[in-house]
């Protein structure tokens, strides 16, 4: 039983990080002027905001869809297309777990402490819900990775 669960694990690990190790990047050579004044960045332009990330405590507006009721933000990324946030909640596993499988109309993957529910929105973009056991509270990490082919 517990070699199952960790092909499991390795299986779904893969899965997971294949989206993001698929590909390289080359990188150019380049060399820096240190010598500047604070604020002084010659030609290089100001980087743009990025909306999707949220402000004042909120979860990113992508995944106002798929947030846990009551759950309270806890912090986000985003590397490329893929976009993540985590959300803390005290409601128990097996609440959190039916509260997904009726919305998503999807049974979850368990792998040991994970559990993970795997969809695909009307743009074709992969969503996983990760839901975390961590005692007291549990953790809900929602994923976008993107359009996937």
Excluded: H
């Excluded at 969503?127 to 509270?137: E, K, L, Q, Y």
Aim: proline fraction near 5%; hydrophobic fraction near 40%; glycine fraction near 10%.
């Amino acid at each position: 039983m517990m070699k199952k669960a960790l092909l499991l694990c390795v299986i779904m690990l893969v899965a997971i990080f294949s989206g993001c190790l698929s590909g390289s990047a080359d990188i150019p050579e380049q060399s820096f002027d240190t010598d500047f004044s604070a604020g002084d960045f010659g030609d290089q332009p100001a980087p743009e905001e990025d909306q999707s990330l949220p402000v004042g405590g909120q979860g990113p507006a992508a995944f106002k869809e798929y947030e846990y009721p009551g759950s309270s933000f806890d912090g986000s990324f985003q590397q490329g297309n893929m976009l993540s946030a985590s959300y803390i909640t005290t409601d128990d596993v097996d609440t959190i777990v039916a509260y997904y499988t009726q919305k998503l109309s999807a049974a979850p993957l368990i792998a040991g402490s994970l559990i993970q529910f795997e969809i695909y929105d009307s743009a074709n973009n992969r969503i996983t819900v990760g839901i975390i056991s961590r005692g007291a509270d549990n953790q809900i990490n929602l994923t976008d990775w993107g359009v996937q082919q």
